[in-house]
């Protein structure tokens, strides 16, 4: 179980803010405005509400009821990711792709269009269901990453978008990537960043029974892949860290990025951060300024690695 205060991510942003302030980052009345902040957050401790407690569900039943609405919005973190990758997937050559841990199907419908031959794999029937209205002509097939229902070299490109961060050892879920593809096939991955180093935010979703649970997450750092990756025999051909452009949130509450207005904070709900952001302005700016959204890696197999 875990139990998220909302106060505690506020004050963590106005921890960081902070931080940077004593780095040289911002002024003194900068520094001064974030203890104010601080000092008016703990006079009412419990103004947004105590503690909510949230057990571990899977990613298949997180995706679960996340499925239908998956693709609805705005999503900047798909926004930032969605462009480098398809500009990798741009100049590699047309064959037999997997896409991995594919979703609702996103770039496997892009795959389609360069054409390739299509294999998707997720572990969600209700997002392969999506998946499937989506990439009619792909072939669909449920399964974990870390054991592919595909024969050892089978294909020629493995693409694995923003899935990465839910296991919390890579070494075997990319071996397994590797295991699929040919010698001197391509895989692509994209994945999520945290805000801190590889403190992860746990993705906190309505369980089946309406109750709250949450999918654990890992924000692994950028050694971490290329360590897996690389005692492989896989090599590097490109690595982008694409930032959140700043400021994540406008003085008026409202999200530069589609010019929508933050939902409003609900206490007792699960803590959802994008609704607190509105609640301390200058720290969320200051805490996620210039921090990676993502990042996307290109790897080669070496055609002499077994």
């Known amino acids: 179980m875990i139990r998220q205060h909302p106060l505690a991510y506020l004050l963590g942003l106005e ?26 957050l703990l006079e009412v401790p419990d103004g947004l509400g105590g503690f909510v407690e ?34 990798i997937l741009d100049g590699l050559p047309a064959g037999v792709a997997l896409d991995a841990a594919c979703g609702t199907g ?24 999506v998946a499937r209205r989506n990439v009619p002509d792909a072939e669909l097939r449920e399964g974990d990453l ?23 050892d890579l070494d075997e879920v990319i071996a397994e990537l590797v295991r699929v593809l040919r010698p001197g096939g391509d895989l692509v991955i994209s994945d999520s960043r945290g805000l801190i180093g590889d403190l992860g935010l746990p993705l906190v979703k309505s369980a089946p ?16 892949y290329l ?12 690595c982008d860290e694409p930032r959140r452009p700043s400021p994540i949130i406008a003085d008026d509450g409202t999200d530069p990025h589609d010019g929508t207005r933050a ?11 994008w609704a607190l952001h509105p609640l301390a302005i200058a720290a969320a700016n200051a805490a996620w300024q210039g921090m990676p959204a993502a990042i996307v890696l290109h790897f080669q197999r070496d055609t002499l690695t077994p």
């Open 227 to 238: 360590a897996a990756a690389l005692r492989l025999g896989l090599v590097l051909r490109r």
């Open 146 to 168: 870390h054991e592919l229902p595909l024969a050892t070299g089978s294909v020629g490109l493995v693409v694995c978008g923003l899935a990465l961060s839910h296991f919390p």
């Open 54 to 87: 949230a057990g571990p569900i899977s990613t298949r039943d997180g995706y679960a009821g996340w499925a239908a609405t998956y693709d609805d919005g705005s999503n900047q973190l798909i926004d930032l990711e969605q462009p480098i990758v398809r500009e």
């Open 263 to 273: 939902s409003e904070y609900v206490p007792g709900g699960p803590p959802d951060i």
């Open 209 to 224: 029974d309406g109750s709250f649970g949450y999918m654990p997450t890992w924000s692994h750092r950028t050694s971490d």
């Open 106 to 129: 996103r770039h496997s419908a892009y795959l389609a269009t360069l054409g390739h031959t299509v294999i998707g794999v997720d572990s969600s029937p209700e997002m392969l269901a």
């Open 15 to 40: 921890g960081v803010a902070l931080l940077r302030g004593f780095a040289g980052e911002h002024g003194d009345e900068f520094t001064a405005a974030r203890l104010r902040d601080i000092a008016a």
